[in-house]
């Protein structure tokens, strides 16, 4: 198989929306020509050959000022490069080395799905207050929320019937909709029957309660989780792992801008639920 026409065939694929088109066209052509140089074909791209194409992005630029590309630069590219050899060589073939360099801006360590599970876990006890922290914990994960926007949450912002949960954020009152998971509907479901009519003091449209029958304030969920930033850094590196691209990404955060995401590609969708499903470990 030709790298080019392969590479042609995967940038006009309508899996990819217009943006992550024009992001990765230049990558996978860049790609392409070093395996050219180098006389490799495509079909033999294997772990060492990934891991010295990753040196050979991290290696100076010649000139009268030699220079290297940033770090998020490379990390973006071989996130370009896993998509591509994902649609061309299939899953399977996709190496798993992590070879991205050291950013200069240090992000929350990634918990793993294990690591992760075992936290849940230790969430679960007797009572309303455990099932609430167990809910909303879930919840910032499954939907990779901000603190504040988790319990700036609403019972109507909760559609259980399309399993979606309406996120509002910014000054602005921005809004986006994200897929609920299936074991985060399971959690809050069981909260809002069990837990919730016992924590309400009167007539409070928040989803999640204090003792007190008052909206959570972001303290609680740092109490919960010291640092609940890492469930939406694993929520995002987790979704990556899983074959989502950025633009993907981008619009299940939140952000305004493609290099704000672009900090979580440190490893490597035409539709956000058909994404969301087959990528999310606790969809």
Request: proline content about 5%.
């Amino acid at each position: 198989m030709d790298a080019h026409t392969a590479a042609a065939r995967f940038i006009d694929s309508p899996a990819l929306s217009d943006g992550t088109r024009r992001a990765y066209r230049v990558d996978v052509r860049e790609f392409c020509s070093w395996l050219d140089s180098r006389g490799t074909a495509l079909e033999d791209v294997d772990v060492r050959a990934f891991v010295e194409y990753a040196s050979h992005l991290g290696a100076a630029r010649p000139g009268r000022r030699p220079s290297r590309l940033a770090p998020a630069t490379i990390s973006r590219k071989l996130a370009a490069v896993r998509a591509f050899l994902r649609h061309a060589l299939g899953a399977a073939r996709v190496p798993d080395a992590r070879v991205a360099p050291r950013r200069g801006r240090r992000l929350p360590e990634t918990t793993r799905s294990d690591d992760l599970e075992k936290e849940l876990l230790a969430l679960e006890g007797e009572g309303p207050i455990p099932l609430r922290n167990r809910a909303l914990v879930e919840l910032v994960y499954s939907a990779g929320l901000r603190s504040a926007e988790a319990v700036g949450l609403d019972l109507a912002d909760v559609d259980f019937e399309q399993t979606l949960v309406h996120v509002r954020h910014g000054k602005g009152g921005k809004e986006r909709v994200v897929p609920l998971g299936e074991h985060a509907a399971y959690w809050v479901s069981r909260y809002l029957h069990e837990a919730r009519p016992a924590l309400a003091a009167g007539a409070n449209d928040a989803l999640f309660l204090s003792v007190r029958g008052k909206r959570l304030d972001t303290s609680t969920l740092r109490r919960l989780a010291p640092h609940p930033h890492r469930l939406r850094h694993a929520f995002a590196t987790h979704l990556l792992e899983g074959g989502a691209d950025l633009r993907t990404i981008q619009e299940l955060l939140g952000h305004s801008s493609l290099s704000t995401t672009q900090i979580y590609s440190h490893v490597d969708a035409r539709h956000l639920r058909k994404v969301y499903d087959s990528a999310h470990p606790r969809s």
